[in-house]
């Protein structure tokens, strides 16, 4: 299954080993989904790990910001949006997620974002947060994934 993961999903999971976005990511490195995502979604997770008060509250070395950037712009499966959708109007960057999802033929998004959640579905896309991302793949995987959600 396809899965978009909002910025703000992947920040979490690098920062922290613990939680809800960390075990989505080690879930996708083990092969249980596959990561979409897009050059304006990179450029922004690119451009958010960087804020000064991620880098002041985490001092993450850069070394590391780039070996995990590497790993998803490698990794993930890079779609192009084919033109612009206008499904969040309180904040137009969120919707980079939903052109990506669509571009992709994607299952779900995942964000922690209110305005990407409060739409619940877009074009066929469901948008969970971690947490219940994490509930559809212990409900669809069962014993595949062995319990490791």
Same mark, same amino acid.
């Given at each position: 299954?396809?899965?978009?993961?909002?910025?703000?999903?992947?920040i979490? %999971?690098?920062?922290?080993p613990?939680?809800?976005?960390?075990a989505?990511?080690?879930?996708?490195?083990?092969?249980?989904?596959?990561?979409?995502?897009?050059?304006?979604?990179?450029a922004?997770?690119?451009?958010?790990?960087?804020?000064?008060? $991620?880098?002041?509250?985490y001092?993450?070395?850069?070394?590391?910001?780039r070996?995990y950037?590497?790993?998803?712009?490698?990794?993930?499966?890079?779609?192009?949006?084919q033109?612009?959708?206008? %499904?969040?109007?309180?904040?137009?960057t969120d919707?980079?997620?939903?052109?990506?999802?669509?571009?992709?033929?994607?299952?779900?998004?995942?964000?922690?974002d209110?305005?990407?959640?409060?739409?619940?579905?877009?074009?066929?896309?469901e $948008?969970?947060?971690?947490?219940?991302?994490?509930?559809?793949?212990?409900?669809? %995987?069962? %014993?595949?994934?062995?319990?490791?959600?």
């Amino acid at each position: 299954m396809r899965v978009v993961l909002d910025a703000n999903v992947l920040i979490s %999971g690098f920062i922290s080993p613990r939680g809800s976005p960390a075990a989505i990511l080690r879930l996708w490195e083990e092969g249980a989904f596959e990561l979409v995502t897009s050059a304006p979604i990179l450029a922004e997770l690119e451009r958010v790990i960087h804020y000064p008060r $991620i880098q002041q509250r985490y001092h993450l070395p850069e070394e590391a910001i780039r070996e995990y950037l590497d790993l998803i712009s490698g990794q993930a499966i890079l779609v192009e949006p084919q033109g612009e959708i206008h %499904g969040v109007e309180r904040d137009i960057t969120d919707n980079r997620y939903l052109e990506c999802a669509v571009a992709a033929n994607a299952r779900y998004i995942v964000s922690g974002d209110a305005h990407l959640l409060d739409l619940g579905s877009y074009g066929g896309v469901e $948008i969970l947060s971690p947490a219940g991302f994490l509930a559809v793949l212990r409900a669809d %995987g069962g %014993g595949r994934l062995g319990g490791r959600v």
